[in-house]
């Protein structure tokens, strides 16, 4: 027999406290009030004393409204009935169709053993230089862009989800702007994605605990595709507004802060989903690319900086453009050294001078005499800009490789560019006129 | 002998419990679910009845009234031959066995043994009936991979105790009998291979502790030359992420030269273990000629694990290295990231509701982590052989800010400081060890004034650098120049070493020395230039012709050929060719 109870303590923030037995830790109850009903989870028992953290947030909750308890964690559906559709957060339609019930799979469980897991070492191509050559991005990894708001972030997610061969698509939206959720389903619509895309989006005015909530359900959904041997590609946007969720709880619970206001578990619960991506033996694979806005284009918030702890590399988008410098994808070298027997001689030759040449610019800013080799630089660095960084560039790994040392051929002798002397003899274009 | 209590409360990973009877803090305690499974904990605090404990699994599911089993043991490890090439989590399960029995998740409440109960080992004694032995005193070996495993009276022993039986030369499982003592009140204790301790009490039984002396070598250019590290020593590497820590600890982990490596892994990704668990058992370790596994402990906590696990996950990875100093060997512990480790500490703090210092990390922070690395040392053992813990953490600051506790912490304790800087790693100057931030205590493998000498133009030559941004290379005399250069050249051929080049990762103590020697002629070179082109133009080819011969495998003809160009051009000689 569920039993309910109709009388809630106290109601601050997100939380409703009220007298309950047998009631187990992180277990989910439901709340029911004349403004609907919403779902909630256990977040604390203490004695008879039942803490609840009510999804759709308290506003209008009643000491009186109904509570009762379904005796088991979150769960949701994982079927392949999952293509296609779009969930809230807490995993309710947003596409008007139906509501889910077959094969219920409990959210948030326990991290994959790392001995079962496998070293990612297959090339996910985007057709992007800046990616696949420079900081290729490899099946398995976790990555974030780091941007300012304002940069075509989303744009770039977008390219990425269509370009890269992924069996399932899934985009977990958190504090979305309506028309960037618009934005995306569009994208996927008309890039005949949306068959295997699946999408979880909390938008700028849902509750805040589905903000929380929804990179659990979109990366538990990956994982149970990952188990069946599928290829999953995960989209998260926006994580700064999910650890700015979690701030905002934390400190309705009154906990002390750490950093900025921030929780001292940030870390923690940022990992717990960063984590998720992994390669397993049977081929399934979950990858995973987020978007984290940097407040104040400041990488050492917190929310950038404990980020950047947890994820292999990060691609800084700056101007329309990823940024060589602090871009890094850390598995790159599982991939790189075995594409072309140049790919890392370009990959650290072309950026080791690009960097000269933004030297040389600053130079040229505080009016210094320019000698021949920072002509040489300045030309090069144009080049570069245009022909490779640029955001237009749309040429496969091998195509862009070429064009780097044609680049380099352009503007320096070989043994300017530091790059080994066996590699310059074989690929170093030849001139026309000898 | 355990007692029960009853949860009163469940906060996340901290459970309440009242208890009747006695309870000994940081004891092992179970907190039974509803469905039966017992979900480890270690006691944390006790105040009059109710018991506070840190729970090392996800407490989904606990209830107020649930069964709680306190044990009288201490957090403890399994000590015996058969740890060296196991994979183990915080707890010391082994994760391999587990994925094994348990499948690809880690589901909370299952134990296994850390060491394998039916394996046979080969005992030798060595001592003999009759003998009078003390805890750690040697009673045996087996042979483990190549080491000889001592296996000693027990460590918690107390007093003299004489051998009454030994078992005969033979093959023994851990858990079979070797050996029975007595002691002078006629007590009698049985002796296996298998012994346990408890992880928050350094293991230490020496007849003195030794003041490092021996360099350990890394085959790192600027760790062995400029900032070396000692057997016995501590030593931290702090950097912003990506900066090159756990690079840096993996590139130590394969080529120092020492007896075993445990990896610490603690609260970082996954993904970094798993290269070491699926690379190592294919690695060969020049030394010895067998894999890197065969010298290697892998204990494991990722950063997605439960934290109170990862808390005590260093904890079990110093114990078992100092196990194997007590055994005889030098050994050093890698742990990745000290920073996790201290943030789990400031959770736990604050579900206690203590009073929170700096950045609202405890107030015991300091001295938690000075007492972590004061378990490293230099023993003088029983027998009189020698033997080393040497620690390495890396540490993660907030914001890559070395003004912060647990940076600030760990600086007091250690005897070097590699600290990595987000400029090098930026302009993949690798390892991103900052020439100048950077200190050692230790004495390395190249005499100290020759070091010096050679480190004083690196400042020199940051300060010209500085100075050439504001006035313009046109700005700047020709001799300043080229002292820049000369930095530069020191940087890029001596300090840069490429850690996937299959030779250039590893530069051995000879191969440091003579280049070493071959730089400095270079940095001593009076050179003299009509241009600055000119000069760069020289020095571009003089690093490059170094770069090759770093490149180039020790002994290969080509490297004297290289050389010989050199000391050429030096001598007045011939130009340097394009292509060295
Ligand atoms: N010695 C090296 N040689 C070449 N590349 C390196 C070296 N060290 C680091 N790198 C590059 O930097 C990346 C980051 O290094 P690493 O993972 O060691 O950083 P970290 O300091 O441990 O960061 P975090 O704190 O986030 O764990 C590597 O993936 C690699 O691309
Ligand atoms: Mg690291």
Request: aromatic share 10%; with cysteine.
């Amino acid at each position: 027999m569920r039993k309910y109870y109709n009388k809630i303590d106290r109601i601050a923030g997100s939380v409703a406290t009220l007298k309950a037995d047998n009631v187990g830790y992180e277990e989910i109850a439901k709340v029911q009030g004349s403004w609907g009903e919403s779902l909630a989870q256990v977040i604390r028992v203490d004695r008879d004393m039942v803490s609840l953290q009510v999804f759709a947030g308290t506003r209008g909750l009643s000491t009186g409204d109904k509570v009762h308890f379904s005796g088991s964690a979150m769960k949701f559906a994982f079927t392949d009935d999952l293509l296609g559709r779009i969930f809230t957060g807490s995993g309710e339609p947003r596409d008007g169709r139906c509501e889910l019930t077959d094969n219920l799979v409990e959210v948030g469980g326990p991290s994959v053993n790392p001995a079962v897991r496998l070293m990612p070492n297959r090339m996910i191509p985007t057709n992007i230089p800046m990616i696949d050559v420079f900081n290729t991005l490899v099946e398995g990894q976790k990555l974030p862009i780091f941007s300012i708001p304002g940069e075509p972030y989303n744009e770039l997610l977008a390219r990425i989800a269509l370009q890269a061969e992924a069996d399932i698509i899934i985009i977990g939206g958190m504090g979305l702007k309506y028309d960037e959720y618009l934005y995306f389903k569009d994208t996927l619509e008309s890039g005949g994605v949306m068959s295997r895309s699946i999408m979880f989006i909390h938008t700028a005015s849902d509750p805040i605990v589905e903000c929380i909530q929804t990179p659990d359900l979109a990366l538990m959904v990956a994982e149970q595709f990952a188990l069946e041997g599928k290829k999953v590609l995960v989209l998260l946007t926006d994580m700064t507004n999910f650890a700015n969720a979690l701030k905002e709880i934390s400190i309705t619970m009154e906990q002390i802060p750490s950093n900025r206001g921030y929780p001292g578990d940030l870390y923690s619960q940022l990992a717990s989903r960063y984590e998720k991506a992994v390669v397993f033996e049977n081929g399934g694979s979950i990858t995973t690319i987020s978007v984290t806005t940097m407040p104040g284009d400041d990488v050492t918030h917190p929310v950038p900086d404990n980020t950047g702890y947890i994820t292999e590399g990060q691609f800084y988008l700056k101007n329309g453009a990823i940024d060589p410098f602090g871009s890094l994808s850390r598995l790159k070298q599982q991939v790189n050294g075995k594409t072309r027997d140049d790919h890392r001689a370009i990959m650290d030759g072309c950026i080791q001078l690009y960097s000269q040449c933004r030297e040389t610019r600053e130079k040229k800013a505080m009016g210094f005499e320019m000698s021949a080799w920072d002509e040489k630089l300045l030309k090069y660095g144009d080049a570069f800009e245009s022909e490779i960084m640029s955001f237009s560039v749309n040429t496969s790994l091998f195509e862009a490789l070429d064009k780097c040392w044609e680049i380099l051929g352009r503007y320096f002798e070989p043994v300017e560019t530091g790059i080994r002397s066996n590699l310059c003899d074989k690929y170093w274009p030849k001139k026309a006129d000898s | 002998m355990s007692v029960i209590g009853k949860i009163v409360t469940v906060d996340s990973n901290m459970v309440t419990a009242q208890v009747e009877g006695n309870v000994r803090q940081n004891a092992v305690a179970y907190c039974k679910r509803y469905d039966g499974v017992k979900l480890m904990s270690e006691i944390i605090r006790v105040r009059g009845d109710l018991v506070d404990m840190q729970v090392f699994e996800l407490t989904r599911g606990l209830k107020v009234g649930d069964e709680v089993e306190i044990t009288d043991e201490m957090l403890s490890v399994e000590l015996g031959p058969g740890l060296i090439g196991m994979v183990y989590d915080g707890l010391q399960n082994p994760l391999t066995d587990m994925a094994k029995k348990v499948g690809i998740f880690l589901e909370p409440g299952n134990y296994l043994e850390p060491l394998d109960k039916k394996r046979k080992w080969e005992f030798e004694p060595t001592a003999e009936v009759g003998d009078v032995v003390k805890a750690a005193d040697n009673l045996g070996k087996v042979k483990e991979n190549i080491f000889d495993h001592y296996i000693m009276a027990p460590f918690m022993l107390k007093g003299e105790w004489t051998v009454e039986k030994l078992a005969p030369k033979g093959s023994y499982t851990v858990v079979d009998e070797i050996a029975v003592l007595k002691n002078s009140e006629g007590e009698t204790r049985s002796v296996t291979m298998t012994q346990r301790w408890p992880v928050r009490i350094p293991l230490g039984i020496y007849r003195q502790r030794l003041l490092p002396s021996t360099p350990m070598v890394t085959k790192q250019r600027i760790i062995d030359t400029f900032f070396p590290v000692m057997l016995g020593g501590t030593y931290c590497i702090p950097g912003p992420f990506g900066a090159g820590k756990t690079v840096l600890q993996q590139i130590t982990s394969r080529h120092a030269e020492i007896d075993l490596v445990i990896m610490a892994a603690c609260g970082e990704r996954a993904g970094e273990v798993v290269e070491t668990i699926r690379e190592f058992p294919h690695l060969k370790d020049p030394r010895t000629g067998r894999t890197l596994i065969e010298r290697t402990i892998i204990v494991s906590n990722t950063s997605s694990m439960p934290v109170a696990a990862r808390e005590s996950s260093v904890y079990t990875a110093i114990t078992l290295a100092e196990y194997y100093r007590q055994v005889g060997l030098n050994v050093l512990v890698l742990a990745d990231s000290t920073s996790r480790w201290a943030q789990a500490l400031r959770e736990m703090s604050g579900r206690l509701e203590e009073i929170p210092g700096e950045e609202a990390f405890p107030a015991y922070l300091e001295s938690t982590i000075s007492r972590f690395y004061e378990r490293a040392g230099m023993i003088e053992l029983n027998d009189g052989r020698h033997a080393s813990l040497t620690v390495s953490g890396t540490v993660s600051p907030a914001g890559g800010n070395f003004e912060e506790p647990v940076t600030q912490g760990t600086l007091k304790v250690v005897g070097a400081f590699l600290g990595l800087s987000y400029a090098r790693s930026y302009a993949r100057r690798f390892p991103a060890i900052d020439p100048l931030e950077s200190w050692s205590k230790y004495e390395g493998i190249i005499d100290n004034e020759k070091v010096a000498f050679a480190h004083s133009f690196l400042a020199r030559g940051k300060n010209i650098n500085e100075m050439m941004q504001v006035v313009g290379e046109e700005g700047t005399s020709t001799d300043d120049f080229v002292i820049y250069l000369k930095s530069e050249f020191l940087d890029a051929v001596y300090l840069q070493q490429n850690a996937y080049d299959e030779v250039d990762a590893a530069c051995a103590p000879e191969r440091q020395r003579y280049l070493f020697d071959l730089v400095t002629r270079v940095l001593e070179h009076k050179f003299d230039f009509a241009t600055k082109d000119e000069a760069r133009k020289t020095f571009f080819k003089l690093t490059e012709g170094f770069r090759n011969w770093n490149y180039t495998p020790w002994g290969d003809p080509k490297l004297k050929e290289i050389e010989e160009e050199v000391e050429n051009y030096l001598a007045g000689g011939k130009e340097l060719e394009a292509n060295a």
